[in-house]
């Protein structure tokens, strides 16, 4: 009887297929290839040793310096502590190399030959004993130059004349304006006074000179200008027609005295005669302040008051104040007598 062969057992855990255990080969390798290569140095590199050593220095003397090496037992919290002096301080120049600077030789300026102020044309001198220049130095001659009336002559004013109406005081003076009331009672109808101030007139402007001037302000509630705006030179063609100007007026309408007055004040004269009988409205005293300040002390008032019989005011009116607040006169006419 034969035997028969025993069946073999199949195992239990199935096999590992080759290609993971080939790949997991393959990863051994590259690791452990990357771990050499990391551990040996590149080739043709050899890594020298370097000797570190600190020296220390104090400076003894500016010729002199002291060197000492630092111990060996240096603590690393000493040798990381913050120095005693600031970056800032670390780099000023110790005081050996500015003394070194300062020996440098500078070449020396050459000295000016003559001082600027020798320098300077010489200035007129104006006044006695000399004048010192206004700036040393800084060019008087510059600044002299500059001034608009260096060097120019000085204007010659015209003398100064007299001048008297109705027998007044005379006012002296070189510019001259005559303030002329118009007003009603000033005609014939009135006191009759532009017919006399007509004659009047004439024979003042007879005695000035063509270097002198005049102006002629005829009013009632208007002015009339001989010439407006501006002050005449007293030439012969000019009194003329002054005279003809005066004698062509017309006494009419009532009295603005405020206005003629700061009118004659504003061209500036030496002298201005006001004649008029004093009707109201007068100045009053806030009015005659204003006549006073834009006089501003230039103007003197010859204030002719024309009336009736003798003049009997108990007091001063504005015309007797301004007269004797700008130095003028102040002249009372009855033309009751005339």
């Known amino acids: 009887m034969m035997d028969r062969p025993q069946p073999t057992l199949a195992s239990s855990q199935p096999a590992t297929p080759a290609w993971l255990l080939s790949l997991m080969m393959h990863i051994f390798v590259v690791l452990l290839l990357a771990l050499l290569l ?7 590199f050899e890594e020298r040793p370097r000797d570190i050593e600190i020296v220390l220095a104090k400076r003894e003397t ?7 090496d630092e111990p060996d037992d240096v603590s690393e919290s000493a040798a990381n502590a913050a120095p005693e002096t600031s970056a800032f301080e670390a780099a000023l120049p110790d005081s050996a190399a500015l003394e070194n600077v300062a020996a440098v030789g500078l070449p020396a300026l050459e000295p000016l030959r003559t001082p600027l102020a020798d320098r300077l044309p010489t200035l007129p001198n104006r006044h006695a004993g000399g004048r010192p220049r206004i700036l040393p130095g800084l060019g008087d001659a510059a600044i002299i130059a500059a001034d ?17 109406l109705f027998g007044s005081a005379p006012a002296l003076g070189r510019s001259f304006v005559f303030v002329i009331d118009r007003s009603k009672s000033m005609g014939s109808s009135g006191l009759d006074v532009l017919s006399a101030a007509e004659r009047e007139l004439e024979t003042a402007l007879h005695n000035l000179k063509p270097v002198h001037q005049f102006q002629i302000i005829a009013y009632h509630q208007r002015l009339t200008y001989f010439e407006r705006g501006r002050l005449s030179a007293a030439t012969d063609e000019n009194k003329a027609d002054a005279a003809t100007f005066v004698g062509s007026l017309i006494a009419v309408g009532g009295t603005a005295h405020l206005t003629a007055i700061l009118a004659a004040v504003r061209l500036r004269p030496d002298v201005v005669f006001l004649l008029t009988d004093g009707d109201e409205p007068g100045l009053n005293p806030a009015q005659q302040k204003r006549v006073l300040q834009e006089s501003a002390g230039r103007v003197t008032f010859s204030c002719l008051e024309f009336g009736r019989g003798k003049h009997r005011r108990d007091e001063p009116d504005f015309m007797q104040q301004l007269a004797r607040k700008t130095g003028g006169d102040y002249h009372y006419i009855d033309r009751q007598t005339r």
Do not use: C, D, E, I
């Not at 500016?62 to 000492?68: A, E, G, K, L, R």
């Not at 608009?148 to 008297?164: E, F, H, I, M, Q």
């Open 62 to 68: 500016p010729n002199q310096t002291v060197y000492y």
């Open 38 to 44: 990391r551990a040996s140095p590149p080739r043709g």
């Open 148 to 164: 608009p009336l260096y060097g120019k002559k000085a204007v010659r004013l015209a003398p100064k004349t007299s001048l008297s």
